[in-house]
């Protein structure tokens, strides 16, 4: 068995909502294996957003301790944070986030636009992998929302992370469209990458090879 | 194609100019207009300085030549034989270079002679004063203004060789040789206070007459070795020249004391029976005046400082206002833009860039329109300045190298400046303004 990429140990996230404390994560243990391809399904409102904020180091824990590719988040300031998730996270999220001035090479270039190393070789090579190469001068309002995503897959892979974090990314296509894009993430999954797909929908959950389940703060199953 | 491929920063800079290209082609006419009117203002502001630093120059010059003084000693009886001989001058002269040196001034005595002339008209009794003097000296001491009353000449000033020339006053002009003119050759005679006798020098030129004034219109000038050589000043027993005064000219009076100088003089030089008199009063008088005129330009010099900084001021919050204004839309509507770029690990430092960079392209955009708006206008203004009527404006604009350059920095500065907030405001944004679903 692979190494865990995520480790999670009892971790609590506590909002403070006035007077009551709202608690978000209620003590979560979890582990994922690397190159799994892992979906985190629940009903609105269960945590799994959050459980995604602080997988993607974009949120603290409260308290607990969390693990990302051997690094402990509750250690790191914000700056090292954000460092860490450009080497180690791509984003893919509900709405596509392209940015509509750009191109779709320069889209997936721009999480790379400031690093000295040009990668527009490699833009065009994730463009052509994830069916793209013939929209690569396109903008996104020229596009399609299945290739929107595609896209903006692309760009989640530029700087080459181990982990891929989806955030409902099937929950603004249809349902053929939005298997095509499942079918990519288990194709980046059976290159190695480790996928985590927030999702509330139960048929886009099952298509993952573990399913874990949030309800009200606590991890049900998976 | 290599060249499409290539994606950073400034790309991506630009690209949100122009993404909301009317707001920002308003943002960039209103701050090129400012510009534009800041160059005029600060050119305008730079001419009138120019002039007034002119003015405090002449000023300046004015007063240290007023500064310069004069002392005369002349003998109490202009008619007796008791007048200064050249051993007399020499330990003045020494005694004054000596005093001056100790106050840290330069100064020097030089010999005047008197002689008459004599009236030409019938019946008439009248004697012009003929000064002899050292043409050198009076060039250099501005001999025209030894009775502190400026007047101006026709034709030149006595020739520094000397020789038979002369300068006439007004009155002489016009009693003895009416319808000479600069250049013409005339006859003088010429009555000597000492033996009482007379002398007749023929073809003098005259090289310049005095315009009319009350002190020098019974005045003449001729070089004093001419004079005294051909009028009898001179004592055969000594074999020295006469002299009537002694005048003392002092670089900067206000460092001597009249009355030391003086008093030190007839005791060095052994003149107590002399009458020393001074322009003392006059000299103070006059430096006070042209210092008032230097302290008013000088104040006239801050007021112009002072509009001009009120002009850069209410410029500036102009284009704080667009700038931030422009910019707080920019990042307002981009939150989500801005969240994916932190979440996609851009640093705060970068977004502080990416803000910052839109706004230096938005002031350079309206440093180029404005610049040359501006320049345009500050040239017309210049163009229809006239030094004597004055033209549409009261002033000529200016526009150096200094100006420009500091237009320039105060432009990208203050828009760096009002860009800060709305820069700030983007970096502080969370990450997760990405994932928000609305």
């Known amino acids: ?222 | 194609m290599a060249s499409a491929k290539r994606f950073g920063a400034f790309s991506y800079v630009g690209r949100n100019v122009k993404r909301r290209s009317l707001r920002s082609a308003i943002t960039v006419t209103g701050i090129s207009v400012v510009i534009a009117f800041f160059i005029l203002f600060a050119s305008i502001s730079q001419g009138l300085k120019d002039d007034i630093m002119e003015e405090i120059e002449r000023q300046k010059e004015a007063l240290l030549e007023q500064r310069a003084g004069f002392i005369t000693l002349m003998i109490l009886d202009p008619f007796s034989s008791n007048l200064f001989n050249g051993s007399e001058l020499e330990q003045t002269d020494q005694y004054v270079k000596d005093y001056c040196a100790e106050h840290n001034t330069t100064g020097e005595a030089y010999p005047l002679a008197v002689n008459f002339l004599k009236s030409e008209e019938p019946d008439s009794d009248d004697m012009f004063l003929l000064f002899g003097i050292d043409p050198e000296k009076g060039v250099k001491y501005d001999f025209i203004t030894f009775n502190n009353e400026t007047v101006s000449l026709e034709g030149a000033y006595l020739s520094p060789t000397g020789g038979a020339e002369i300068l006439l006053g007004n009155n002489v002009l016009q009693s003895n040789y009416p319808g000479v003119g600069v250049g013409d050759k005339i006859d003088i005679e010429t009555v000597s206070y000492i033996a009482g006798a007379s002398a007749i020098l023929d073809n003098v030129t005259v090289t310049g007459i005095l315009a009319p004034s009350i002190i020098y219109d019974n005045f003449a000038a001729m070089p004093i070795e001419y004079l005294l050589e051909n009028t009898g000043l001179y004592d055969n027993a000594t074999n020295e020249y006469f002299y009537m005064f002694i005048s003392i000219w002092v670089e900067d009076a206000s460092l001597i004391d009249f009355a030391e100088l003086k008093a030190g003089i007839k005791d060095i030089a052994g003149l107590t029976d002399r009458d020393i008199s001074d322009n003392e009063n006059y000299i103070k008088r006059t430096i006070l005046a042209h210092e008032t005129e230097i302290a008013e330009q000088e104040e006239m010099r801050r007021t112009v400082d002072g509009w001009l900084l009120a002009v850069i001021v209410l410029l500036s919050i102009i284009t704080v206002v667009g700038i931030s204004n422009t910019m707080l839309m920019s990042v307002t509507e981009r939150r989500r833009e801005i969240g994916t770029l932190k979440a996609v690990g851009i640093s705060k430092a970068r977004i502080y860039q990416l803000v910052l960079g839109e706004a230096f392209v938005l002031v350079l955009i309206s440093l180029i329109i404005g610049g040359i708006t501006g320049v345009a206008l500050a040239e017309y203004f210049d163009s229809q300045y006239d030094a004597e009527a004055g033209g549409i404006f009261f002033a000529p604009t200016n526009l150096t190298p200094f100006v420009l350059t500091y237009v320039v920095c105060i432009s990208i500065g203050v828009a760096m400046l009002a860009a800060l907030y709305p820069a700030w405001q983007a970096a502080r944004l969370e990450p997760t303004e990405a994932l928000r679903y609305e």
């Open chain 1, 1 to 222: 068995m692979s190494e865990a990429i995520i480790r999670m140990k009892d971790v609590r996230k506590t909002y403070r909502l006035g007077k009551v404390d709202i608690h978000a994560l209620d003590g979560v243990t979890l582990e994922i294996q690397s190159g799994c391809f892992t979906s985190i399904a629940g009903a609105s409102g269960a945590g799994k957003s959050t459980m995604l904020h602080i997988l993607g180091c974009l949120d603290h824990a409260t308290s607990g301790e969390v693990h990302v590719n051997g690094r402990n988040l509750s250690e790191m300031g914000d700056s090292e944070l954000t460092a860490f998730r450009k080497r180690n996270i791509g984003f893919v999220f509900q709405f596509f986030n392209l940015i509509p001035t750009l191109t779709a090479r320069e889209n997936v270039l721009m999480p790379a636009m400031f690093d000295r190393e040009k990668k527009a070789e490699k833009a065009d090579e994730l463009l052509k992998m994830v069916g793209m190469s013939h929209r690569t001068e396109h903008h996104p309002n020229e596009m399609s929302g299945g290739e929107r995503q595609r896209v903006a897959i692309a760009r989640a892979l530029i700087n080459d992370p181990p982990m891929i974090l989806a955030d409902e990314p099937t929950g603004n296509l249809d349902s053929q469209t939005g298997k095509e894009i499942i079918d990519l993430f288990r194709t980046l999954s059976g290159e190695g990458k480790t996928i985590v797909l927030v999702t509330h929908e139960k048929d886009v959950a099952r298509f993952a090879d573990r399913i874990i389940t949030v309800k009200d703060g606590k991890v049900l199953d998976g």
